[in-house]
């Protein structure tokens, strides 16, 4: 899971959010613009999941569950694919 966490991290940098680390193996992604715009991220199964419980994604569909967040949280510039 760390590779994941880490290409996570790259990947929301490039949506023009802010990567930041988390105890355990989890992930947490904000926008810069406004800090109440936050998440984190884990991988306990086969989904990715916020910390609220929503499912966003499947392991190992890393670029497009970082897309989806993005998405969902405003990111202020990177390409959606």
């Known amino acids: 899971m760390s590779e994941e966490l880490t290409q996570l991290a ?9 990567a930041g680390e988390c105890p355990g ?7 810069p613009v ?14 990715y999941l916020t910390n ?3 499912e966003v994604g499947e392991r190992g569909q890393v670029r497009a ?4 967040l993005a998405l ?8 959606a694919r």
Not at 25 to 31: E, H, I, K
Not at 39 to 45: A, D, G, K, L
Not at 72 to 79: A, D, I, K, S, V
């Open 10 to 18: 790259r990947l929301f940098r490039e949506h023009g959010l802010a």
């Open 25 to 31: 193996p989890s992930q947490a992604v904000t926008n």
């Open 34 to 47: 406004s800090s109440s715009l936050r998440e984190v991220v884990s991988c306990p199964t086969d989904r």
């Open 52 to 54: 609220w419980g929503y």
């Open 65 to 68: 569950m970082a897309d989806r």
């Open 72 to 79: 969902l949280l405003g990111g202020p510039g990177g390409e």
